[in-house]
């Protein structure tokens, strides 16, 4: 079956730069604000000199650890455990290098950076503990957050999961280190914050536009209907946006202390400190298995800088059959580090590089292709609690894969494959998502106008959901897409409850907006039927048989296009609410991929270029392949991107990220990949909904740095478990 397909509705919008992000919003009396961050990596703020700064030009006010701006309570739900808890200049303790420790406000934005740079700040500082590579030594128990996260996985419950990987004929134990990492996303955390009276209005980039302003008015303690979050347009996010950071409870706070609108942005240098990042982690992998490749043992222990990095929870219960496991997180505490968050596929990412990894490691150890290896442990139901999964075909994507790749080209032999200076191999790695649903309501309106409205309080971070929504309205309501509007990124909009309100995260959305969308319309045709039955001024006043087809209403012998039936009846609109029903949570749902990468080896530099990347994936339904092929390969090079060059280094002395810019973070750029070959099998997985779509936003992250590894092992006989893979690390 062909896929359905679409181009973006937003495109134009953004290649136009018609689209308004956050920053883009300038309002009358604005003040705009700029941010200070500590020098030290911990210790105290002995004094602060504000005297230059305040006679600076244009200065309007200096916020200060002794000048605070006023927050109420602390962030709600579980942001507790995903966001930054203090408050910003709650006192002059610093905790990590590049905290904020000022907020100048300015009647420009070189005012307020120019005078941000006259401030003083003398400071008691002690040694840091930065780094992981020392603290990580001496882990400790992870805290009870109420979440699964750091819950350690037994199987059976009182597993001598050492006694298994001893009494295995075959093993595999080693540790695989990946470092902290940035979002690094386009649009840096920025907000525009006005109030009146006693009402807020922020437009803010944001994944969970009501999430938002739940955390939003919790803090700043006024009440969640009393914040508007408008965020039509998200430069990108990847967990990044999924909770509330400093800069927008800055900017709420100063336009509400100062009754005038303030705009805070970001810069790059801040963005990795000010907001969260990917946890630096440590795994430890035992993997015992019978001479056939059978697994019989799996350990997989970890060490991460925070509990929201916890990839054995994320990744090996759903990966491969064991009859013994022993899955467990350690974190390291009271670091001298910025507050780490989720990033793209959490714990999956890590997770999938490390057992990857591993299990190629037990296939070349057993002398056995890696595809069998991972056939032979193919799990069908959750490891722990054996729950089936509710459609699976990865064995057909290693299969598909295999065959679009010409992995029987592959040799077993490192090395075996040259071409001139480059040694060339081929890796492969499963990819394993899991995929959910959240309840959501959405309203669906049809207008005089001829077009129908498709409302939801979700988000697009560069995902496709404005045209996902305009496509499933189109479907729903049988009318071509032009002629649906879909609305989003307002929190103002509809939600189920307090339920849905994280919108785009966890790639659940389209799973989550396209069931609603379709109640929704539901509803909606139903009461337009009752009313073209019942309006003055309808056509088919009286019509004992009124119905629905392709946007017009039909019944006694003529029909009606809807557009005009409101005009006639003199009806501004007429639309419902419909909400997506529970999930059937008999099954477990996860979304698949198989992925192959080859990648050549210079055999004197050390240079490890991608040179060809297949992946084939099982994620259910796709609703639009064109967007749904944007995700998966902008999910692949995500995922590639750690395998290839992305680092947050920090500087042991001082606490300090060393390279906290584009220059020298480095992240891949179009030099630095091919064509992404992206196949998607078509198995709609109706239990999960009724448009059968799983997630893929996080899919091709996940595995990929595997894929890449492995594909460097086998060009060069070096397994390199450090990532990323550096050319230091391929040479000698
Ligand atoms: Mo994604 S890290 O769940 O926003």
Redesign the pocket.
């Known amino acids: 079956m062909a896929q359905p397909t679409m181009d973006r509705i937003d495109a134009r919008a953004k290649v136009t730069g018609m689209a308004k992000y956050a920053a883009d919003h300038n309002l009358p009396r604005m003040a705009h604000g700029h941010m200070v961050t500590s020098t030290i990596g911990s210790g105290r703020i002995v004094s602060m000199d504000l005297s230059a700064a305040r006679a600076a030009g244009g200065v309007i006010e200096i916020y200060t650890p002794d000048h605070p701006l006023t927050f109420k309570g602390t962030l709600p739900l579980i942001a507790a455990v995903f966001a930054e808890t203090r408050h910003p200049l709650a006192d002059r303790e610093i905790h990590y290098h590049g905290q904020i420790v000022a907020l100048v406000v300015a009647e420009t934005v070189e005012q307020a950076r120019d005078a941000a740079a006259l401030i003083k700040v003398t400071y008691e500082a002690r040694p840091p503990k930065s780094s992981f590579e020392e603290a990580k030594q001496n882990p400790s128990e992870p805290p009870e957050t109420g979440l699964p996260l750091g819950k350690r996985i037994s199987k059976p419950l009182d597993v001598d999961i050492e006694a298994a990987l001893a009494g295995s004929e075959v093993r595999v134990e080693q540790t695989y280190d990946v470092p902290a990492r940035h979002h690094n996303m386009m649009e840096p955390h920025a907000a525009v914050a006005a109030w009146q009276d006693g009402k807020l209005t922020i437009y803010s980039g944001t994944?969970g536009p009501a999430a938002h302003a739940l955390e939003l008015a919790t803090v700043l303690g006024v009440q969640p209907a009393d914040v508007h979050v408008v965020s039509p347009y998200v430069g990108g996010?990847?967990?990044?946006?999924?909770f509330t950071w400093a800069p927008a409870l800055l900017a709420a706070a100063a336009a509400r202390a100062l009754g005038r609108p303030v705009k805070i942005v970001t810069s790059r240098e801040q963005l990795f400190t000010v907001t969260g990042h990917r946890a630096a982690s440590s795994q430890t992998f035992g993997l015992g298995a019978h001479r056939d490749g059978r697994l019989n043992a799996i350990k997989h222990h970890t060490t991460s800088q925070s509990i929201v990095e916890d990839p054995g929870y994320r990744t090996t219960p759903k990966y491969y059959a064991t009859p013994n496991a022993d899955i467990k997180l350690m974190v390291t505490s009271g670091m001298n580090l910025p507050t780490a968050?989720?990033?793209?596929?959490?714990g999956d990412e890590t997770g999938s590089f490390g057992l990857e990894s591993a299990m190629d490691e037990l296939a070349v150890a057993l002398g056995m292709d890696p595809i069998e290896l991972r056939v032979k442990n193919h799990l069908d139901s959750t490891l722990a609690e054996g729950k089936p999964y509710s459609s699976k075909h990865l064995e057909e994507c290693y299969r598909v894969g295999a065959e679009r790749f010409g992995w029987s080209r592959r040799r077993d032999r490192p090395g075996a494959v040259t071409d001139g200076d480059w040694l060339v191999g081929l890796g492969m790695s499963t990819a394993i998502l899991d995929s959910g649903r959240a309840l959501t309501t959405v309203r669906v309106t049809f207008r005089p106008n001829g077009t129908a409205t498709v409302a939801c309080a979700t988000s697009d971070?560069g995902t496709g959901m404005w045209t996902i929504m305009a496509m499933t309205g189109a479907r729903a309501l049988e009318v071509p897409a032009d002629r649906i509007r879909p609305a989003l990124g307002d929190s103002g909009l509809p939600v189920a409850g307090n339920n849905d309100i994280?919108g785009?995260?966890?790639?659940?959305a389209t799973a989550t907006v396209t069931p609603a969308i379709l109640a929704a319309a539901k509803e909606a045709i139903a009461k337009l039927v009752e009313h073209a039955a019942t309006a003055q001024g309808s056509p088919l006043l009286g019509a004992g048989d009124v119905r629905y087809e392709r946007g017009r209403l039909v019944g006694a012998g003529m029909s009606v296009e809807f557009g005009k039936l409101l005009t006639l009846t003199r009806t501004g609109e007429v639309g419902a609410l419909g909400s997506s029903a529970g999930l059937d949570d008999s099954h477990a749902y996860a979304s698949y991929a198989a992925h192959f990468c080859e990648v050549r080896v210079n055999r004197w530099t050390g240079e490890a270029r991608l040179s060809r990347f297949t992946t084939v994936v099982d994620a259910g339904a796709i609703l639009n392949a064109k967007t749904a092929r944007n995700q998966i390969t902008g999910g692949v090079l995500f995922g590639l991107a750690a395998a290839m060059s992305e680092e947050g280094r920090v500087e042991g002395a001082t606490g300090r990220i060393s390279n906290a810019n584009l220059a020298d973070y480095l992240m891949p750029v179009n030099a630095d990949t091919v064509e992404i070959d992206v196949h998607f099998l078509d198995y709609p997985d109706t239990r999960l909904s009724p448009t059968g779509a799983r997630g893929i936003?996080?899919l091709g992250t996940v595995g990929a740095a595997a894929a890449f590894a492995n594909a460097v092992y086998n060009a060069t006989g070096k397994r390199v478990r450090t990532l990323p893979i550096t050319p230091d690390k391929l040479l000698g």
Do not use: H, W
Not at 237 to 242: D, E, L, P, R, T
Not at 504 to 508: E, F, K, R
């Open positions: 994944q996010a990847f967990g990044g946006k999924a968050t989720i990033m793209r596929a959490p971070a994280y785009a995260v966890g790639s659940a936003g996080e």
